[in-house]
């Protein structure tokens, strides 16, 4: 991954095997709006190393800057427990989320918040594997879920928003490749993968997938993002696909991926 900064603001872009650029958003950490213990205590130093010492600050006025100062740091204290009570309350609730790509195209995504996640100062919200900031939420509703629709179980994962193609191929194989479908990289971790291949065109759904594909090597791997397809048929057109499945057994899948073989 390649990364440049500029002013507090950084851009990501990836690029594949053949140079194909992905979409990257942009962030910032940049926080100015609060005053911190170390701020407040810089400015009370600064204000006794340049006091006149012909007329210097009473001790009743200290006290009583030193009194706002402990009033300021309970009302902080009170908004971050309003506003973590805040974040965690939107867990389970359908919300749509937008933000803009290097491309300058508003990507927008609607799901189910699965997670909050506190990031530095920052609370970032789940939906579909995705993370977004409080400011990138642009409506909220009831709580509600994404189903899988064929496994009677619920997804919080759509795979279908992130990559999956063939990276390399030949006659009798191909070499797969996919992205994690979630930016949390704790909830990555513990994530199953398995490749399915078929001559079918009815991989696109986790129950066609499983009806109508062939495992291709070991299933229900982690810390993978690529595997091969061997022992395959030359001048044949297959279609291929990958079940993820969730630690609560939710399955889920990304987009079928069409190969013709080459005739050997």
Do not use: C, H
């Not at 690029?15 to 609060?34: K, R």
């Not at 600050?57 to 402990?70: G, K, L």
């Not at 810390?223 to 057994?249: D, H, K, M, R, W």
């Amino acid at each position: 991954m390649a990364t440049s900064s500029y002013n507090d603001y950084t851009t990501d872009r990836v690029l594949g095997s053949s140079n194909t650029q992905y979409n990257a958003v942009f962030t910032t950490d940049g926080d100015n709006s609060q005053l911190s213990q170390t701020d407040f205590m810089k400015l009370l130093v600064t204000q006794m190393q340049n006091q006149d010492f012909t007329n210097p600050m009473d001790d009743s006025t200290m006290i009583t800057e030193m009194a706002q100062f402990s009033n300021m740091q309970q009302m902080q204290q009170m908004a971050n427990y309003m506003q973590t009570s805040f974040a965690t309350g939107l867990v389970g609730k359908t919300a749509t989320a937008s933000r803009y790509n290097v491309s300058g195209n508003l990507e927008t995504t609607t799901g189910t918040i699965d997670r909050v996640a506190l990031s530095g100062k920052e609370y970032l919200f789940y939906i579909n594997g995705k993370a977004f900031s409080l400011s990138e939420l642009s409506s909220i509703q009831s709580a509600g879920s994404t189903s899988s629709g064929d496994t009677g179980t619920t997804s919080t994962l759509d795979p279908t928003a992130f990559s999956f193609g063939v990276e390399s191929s030949n006659a009798n194989s191909a070499l797969l490749k996919w992205a994690a479908p979630t930016e949390d990289s704790d909830a990555a971790k513990q994530l199953k993968y398995t490749l399915y291949y078929g001559t079918s065109d009815k991989m696109d759904t986790v129950a066609e997938v499983e009806a109508n594909g062939t495992i291709a090597g070991d299933a229900k791997q982690t810390n993978i993002t690529q595997q091969e397809a061997t022992s395959l048929t030359p001048g044949t057109t297959y279609y291929f696909n990958v079940v993820v499945q969730e630690p609560s057994g939710a399955k889920s899948v990304y987009k079928a991926v069409k190969l013709t073989t080459p005739v050997a």
